[in-house]
C-alpha cells in the first residue's frame, strides 16, 4: 500500500480527528478530551515497527519525539505513555498520551477505558491551530 492509496482504518477514522500530517504519518486527535492524546499512523501497509526499513523508522522516531515534546509542554502533563499497541487495530499506528496524577484512570492506562468526555467541534479547531503553531515547519496542518 503506498501512501497514494493509504486508506486509515475506520475505527480510528471514527474515534479521532484528523489533525495534520508529517512526512511519514498522519496526525490525529483521539475524541477523549479527558487527556490530550494524539496518534501518530505512518502512511504505510507495514504493521509493525521493526518491519519498517530503518530510514522509515528513523522518521517516525523522529515525528513520535516531536510530538512527545509537544504534549510535554502542555499544561498539567507530567508523564508521557508513548506506545503502538495494535491488537484490536492492526494498522501501525503510535499512541502519545499526556497524563498527570488525578486524571480518569491514574494511574491505570487509558487503553481501552472510555470517557463521556468528548471535543466540541470549537475545541479541535483550537487545538488544531494550536497544533499548527506549535509542531514546526515539517507538519502540514489539515
Request: one cysteine or more; aromatic letters at 8%.
Amino acid at each position: 500500500m503506498s501512501k497514494k492509496h493509504f486508506e486509515l482504518d475506520p475505527r480510528l477514522a471514527r474515534d479521532c480527528f484528523a489533525v495534520g500530517r508529517f512526512k511519514l504519518c498522519r496526525l490525529l486527535l483521539m475524541n477523549n478530551a479527558a487527556v490530550p492524546w494524539f496518534i501518530l499512523v505512518p502512511e504505510t501497509d507495514v504493521t509493525e515497527i521493526c518491519d519498517l526499513n530503518l530510514l522509515a523508522q528513523a522518521i517516525l522516531y523522529d515525528e513520535i519525539n516531536t510530538v512527545s515534546h509537544y504534549v510535554q509542554e502542555l499544561d498539567g502533563v507530567q508523564k508521557l505513555n508513548v506506545a503502538a499497541i495494535g491488537n484490536i487495530v492492526r494498522q501501525l499506528h503510535i499512541h502519545i498520551v499526556g497524563r498527570h496524577p488525578g486524571d480518569f484512570v491514574w494511574p491505570g492506562v487509558v487503553w481501552g477505558v472510555d470517557t463521556s468526555e468528548r471535543y466540541a467541534e470549537a475545541q479541535v479547531d483550537r487545538i488544531r491551530r494550536q497544533v499548527a503553531d506549535g509542531l514546526g515547519e515539517d507538519f502540514k496542518p489539515i
